[in-house]
């Protein structure tokens, strides 16, 4: 393991990778929400992603292997906010032998770095109420707590 990581833009090559990581994404996120389907499901359209202009999907590299990834995508904010528009971040995985080593905050950074080129201002993304490990990773890079989703199943 190298300890250079490079940020850069994915690519359609870097593809079996990113659903392989997006495959991870899912599993971690399994044991937090009990309503995803217990089969084969996928959360993003990478390719779509890779091709839109108000997008960015971004790769952390050591030398040529991906060990994390992240994406910000521009969507429309509620018409009573200070904003039109606003940056979601996305897809935000590290593999596992590469955690705790700051790599996240360095696509995190990447991504605010789009976001202001792209004239954005408020960036938001969500995170699983008890996944203390990835809100400590979040409010280190500056995100705060916001609001708190909350569910009902009603059961017939």
């Given at each position: 393991?190298?300890?250079?990581?490079?940020?850069?833009?994915?690519?359609?090559?870097?593809?079996?990778?990113?659903?392989?990581?997006?495959?991870?994404?899912?599993?971690a996120?399994?044991p937090?929400?009990?309503?995803?389907?217990?089969?084969?499901?996928?959360?993003?359209?990478?390719?779509?992603?890779?091709?839109?202009?108000?997008a960015i999907?971004?790769v952390?590299?050591?030398?040529?292997?991906?060990?994390?990834?992240?994406?910000?995508?521009?969507?429309?904010?509620?018409?009573?906010?200070?904003?039109?528009?606003?940056?979601?971040?996305g897809?935000?995985?590290?593999?596992?032998?590469?955690?705790?080593?700051?790599?996240?905050?360095?696509?995190?950074?990447?991504?605010k770095?789009?976001?202001?080129?792209s004239?954005?201002?408020?960036?938001?993304?969500?995170?699983?109420s008890?996944?203390?490990?990835?809100?400590?990773?979040?409010?280190?890079?500056?995100?705060?707590?916001?609001?708190?989703?909350?569910?009902?199943?009603i059961?017939?």
């Amino acid at each position: 393991m190298k300890t250079e990581i490079t940020i850069r833009e994915a690519v359609d090559s870097d593809l079996p990778v990113l659903l392989k990581y997006e495959q991870g994404v899912v599993k971690a996120e399994r044991p937090f929400d009990p309503t995803i389907k217990d089969a084969d499901v996928t959360y993003y359209d990478l390719g779509a992603l890779m091709e839109n202009p108000r997008a960015i999907l971004l790769v952390a590299c050591d030398g040529d292997k991906i060990v994390a990834t992240g994406y910000a995508l521009e969507k429309p904010a509620r018409h009573y906010l200070d904003h039109e528009t606003f940056a979601y971040l996305g897809f935000m995985y590290t593999d596992p032998d590469y955690r705790g080593m700051g790599i996240n905050g360095k696509i995190v950074s990447g991504l605010k770095d789009w976001c202001t080129t792209s004239g954005l201002t408020e960036i938001r993304l969500h995170v699983y109420s008890e996944n203390e490990p990835a809100i400590r990773a979040y409010e280190k890079v500056g995100f705060k707590r916001h609001m708190i989703e909350m569910r009902l199943r009603i059961e017939s």
